[in-house]
């Protein structure tokens, strides 16, 4: 299933999101858009270091790292290039899990609760049966 996407720069997020459109605003470095997969749920996607990159080229926006959906019914996976859905495979559970940790991880949510990287990869090699 091939879909465009459709950027807008906005000073707010406007209280209608429109299928297929990316609506940006830099002053609060955040992007919403309604699920690509037509589930019709608001994905945002906070613009920093730790979260999303936005690419612009003054003609597509592209985001990165992919965003996925997992809290969504759909579930569904994908990233946003060059104003283009890309569609990445369906994830497990596991996968799933894997992923949020090892982002929490990443960005040190886990640090700030005390975990430190030590216990982390001995807990998430335990979770991951290795």
């Known amino acids: ?3 465009k996407a459709i950027f807008k720069f906005v000073e707010t997020i406007p209280d209608l999101i429109e ?3 990316v609506y940006i605003t830099i002053h609060y470095n955040t992007a919403v858009h ?5 589930c019709g749920n608001e994905v945002v996607t906070p ?11 003054g ?5 990165y790292p992919s965003i996925g959906n997992w809290s969504f019914e759909c579930q569904s996976h994908y990233w946003i290039r060059r104003n283009e859905v890309v569609w990445a495979k369906k994830w497990s559970k596991n996968h799933i899990d894997y992923n949020r940790r090892l982002g929490k991880f990443s960005r040190g949510d886990l640090n700030k609760s005390g ?11 335990s979770f991951l049966h290795i």
């Open 34 to 38: 309604k699920c690509m997969c037509g």
């Open 1 to 3: 299933m091939r879909k």
């Open 19 to 21: 299928e297929s459109v």
């Open 59 to 63: 003609n597509s926006i592209s985001l």
């Open 115 to 125: 975990t430190t990287r030590k216990s982390f990869w001995k807990k998430l090699l």
């Open 47 to 57: 613009i920093s270091p730790n979260d999303w990159e936005l690419i612009y080229n």
